[in-house]
């Protein structure tokens, strides 16, 4: 076990989850999804003495990249998302900023593959891809410590919206099943918005799937 521990900070119009996750008594940290905000993430964390080493996305929506580009300046750490995504990222349409009314982009400094394994700073993670809330929609796991970042593929009872561009509820369904539902009933699934859940309460209790 990595003994790795989970921060949370809850920012934006949306509500939107960020995640950071390190190794008891180090610095450096896993971004996850910077909301929005990317000079407030930053001195949020320096201020508690942390390091971000690397930004991981979960899909690019606005309410969970708005703060990217900034905090990626800020700390010089590299943002990476699953190649899939790559459209949703880079089009302020496809990812609904331009709606929102701040129009938005990134690009990631690395597109991942399925199955992917990602080391940042001594822990490590794989990529799930997991479309249908978006078509590049991936979730993390870290595997030894039993920790899914789900983004907004898998709620508490609930699962993630799939009217916007990209998004298909047939496709996240079949992601949830064939890919999240096989993991161990103990994992615990730290979603986009909202609280925690685990793999195992999902599939007794969640009524989408």
Not at 22 to 45: C, N, Q, R, W
Not at 124 to 132: H, Q, Y
Request: charged letters at 25%; a negative charge; one cysteine or more.
């Amino acid at each position: 076990m990595a003994n790795l521990k989970i921060g949370r900070m809850v920012l934006g119009m949306c509500q939107t989850n960020c995640y950071f996750v390190y190794k008891e008594g180090s610095e450096e940290v896993i971004l996850f999804d910077p909301a929005d905000a990317g000079d407030h993430i930053y001195e949020t964390l320096k201020d508690r003495g942390f390091r971000v080493a690397g930004i991981l996305l979960t899909h690019g929506h606005f309410d969970h990249i708005w703060g990217s580009n900034r905090l990626r300046e800020l700390s010089g750490a590299e943002i990476s998302a699953y190649e899939g995504e790559r459209e949703v990222c880079e089009d302020a349409g496809k990812n609904v900023s331009s709606q929102a009314g701040r129009a938005y982009t990134v690009i990631p400094d690395n597109y991942l593959k399925d199955g992917e394994e990602i080391r940042i700073a001594g822990m490590a993670c794989r990529l799930i891809a997991t479309p249908g809330h978006t078509a590049g929609s991936c979730c993390y796991y870290f595997e030894e410590d039993g920790i899914l970042l789900s983004g907004d593929t898998l709620f508490r009872e609930s699962v993630g919206r799939t009217d916007l561009p990209t998004g298909s509820m047939g496709t996240l369904i079949r992601s949830i099943k064939e890919r999240l539902f096989v993991l161990p009933e103990d994992v615990k699934v730290y979603p986009g918005h909202g609280d925690a859940t685990t793999i195992g309460t999902e599939k007794k209790y969640n009524p989408f799937v």
